[in-house]
């Protein structure tokens, strides 16, 4: 009985000590290695996610997952793992745990976008965004990093092939698509379909037309207060005229990113910016992507700057209107909306008469646009001289089509004018 009780007494001690070499959790930590990599980890990972606006997202990422991974490491050099009867070794665990959670980031972090064309050799490129992109026929394929854009609108350029005519590429420039496109989809794992129509000048998904080539509506400028902040203050005046002109050399440029920084940068002069614009439009000859530049910078100009409409005016000569109507019913889509756009925006009473002069000499595009030029100027008529303009409308209206002939009854009542086509 002695012996016996004796037995119980040493297995119960022994039980007693072998449940104290375990931890409830079946965890062990221990060791210098355990708590340096812990630290280290954290120290990286924290810094990923507290530099993600400095470094980048995806340099954010890689020290975020470097950082998990060391601190997910000092647990496997200490750490076993039981559940149910099956035991896994720390770090082989720790490793299927942090594909998981790379994989879960990841998939939060981008959106991927398929744009189709209707132009076999078009190129595109979105010029604001953090983007990566590859082509694949009339099928193009975007994926942007988020899980956030830093922008309000994302500009997309597309580049046609070369005409066979004038030697020159033109573009398209959808410079107004909201960031309410693609920030829902971070992290959805589908892939958006949007659709090019470059005779249309429409980017579209299914019946939703997203953006039209130009930039934001007039009423908006939120898009235009980024621009004041690209050009260097307390610069001088010779320093000034030397970054102008390699501004225009970039207008040349290749590429289309450094092709829109500088019409960005040329835009950004502000009102100052109006007369050596216009001195170098009138020019010849000149390009098509300098011409496209200039005006697309006149534009952005006078959206920012509506107020000074009529100081503008007075830089600008009965020439540098009459390039700008010219522009205004240029057969090129992107040129003829912005030359427009501008024109409408002065609403300068003397492109009255050119107008109706170049208006049968045009096409049907070049006629509305002209007819919608007419309408930003005539607010600026006596109205003696509105009546003489309307009547001129209304004997156009006999012989146009019908969305022209809407365009004219608009004017015509005085209500509001539709966008630039």
């Known amino acids: 009985m002695e012996m016996e009780r004796a037995n119980e007494t040493g297995g119960v001690k022994t039980a007693h000590k072998n449940k104290r070499n375990r931890s409830p959790s079946g965890l062990q930590f221990k060791g210098v290695y355990f708590w340096a990599g812990l630290i280290v980890g954290l120290l990286i990972a924290a810094a990923g996610f507290l530099g993600d606006s400095r470094v980048g997202s995806v340099s954010a990422r890689l020290l975020i997952c470097s950082g998990l991974g060391l601190v997910f490491g000092a647990f496997g050099t200490s750490a076993t793992i039981r559940y149910k009867g099956v035991v896994v070794a720390g770090v082989a665990a720790i490793a299927i745990v942090l594909l998981m959670i790379v994989d879960r980031i990841m998939r939060q972090s981008f959106a991927t976008i398929q744009i189709r064309s209707n132009v076999s050799g078009a190129t595109l490129q979105f010029d604001n965004g953090k983007t990566y992109g590859k082509e694949s026929g009339l099928l193009q394929e975007f994926v942007f990093l988020g899980p956030k854009l830093d922008v309000d609108h994302l500009g997309l350029s597309v580049t046609l092939p070369r005409d066979t005519l004038s030697g020159e590429s033109a573009e398209l420039l959808f410079d107004c698509i909201s960031k309410a496109e693609i920030e829902p989809h ?148 992107t040129i003829r909306i912005y030359a427009s756009e501008f024109l409408y925006d002065l609403g300068d009473g003397r492109v009255i008469d050119p107008a109706f002069v170049k208006i049968p000499r045009t096409d049907d595009n070049g006629r509305y646009n002209l007819i919608l030029v007419i309408a930003g100027a005539r607010p600026a008529l006596t109205r003696v001289q509105r009546v003489t303009v309307d009547r001129r409308l209304r004997a156009l209206a006999t012989n146009a089509g019908p969305r022209t002939k809407a365009l004219i009854d608009s004017v015509v009542a005085g209500k509001g004018a539709a966008r630039p086509t």
């Open 186 to 333: 971070f992290g959805s794992g589908s892939v958006m379909q949007w659709r090019l129509d470059s005779e249309k000048g429409e980017l579209s998904r299914g019946n939703k037309v997203i953006a039209r080539v130009g930039g934001c509506d007039r009423a908006d400028s939120r898009a235009g207060r980024a621009f004041r902040s690209l050009w260097p203050v307390n610069v001088a005046y010779a320093a000034q005229l030397a970054i102008v002109d390699s501004l225009f050399r970039n207008l040349e440029s290749n590429s289309s990113a450094v092709r829109r920084d500088a019409r960005l940068r040329l835009a950004a002069l502000g009102v100052n910016g109006v007369s050596p614009l216009l001195r170098r439009l009138a020019v010849q000859p000149i390009s098509y992507r300098t011409r496209l530049g200039i005006i697309v910078a006149l534009t952005e100009i006078m959206r920012n700057n509506k107020a000074s409409r009529s100081t503008i005016g007075g830089m600008t000569s009965p020439q540098d209107l009459a390039r700008l109507l010219d522009a205004a019913s240029d057969r090129d889509r």
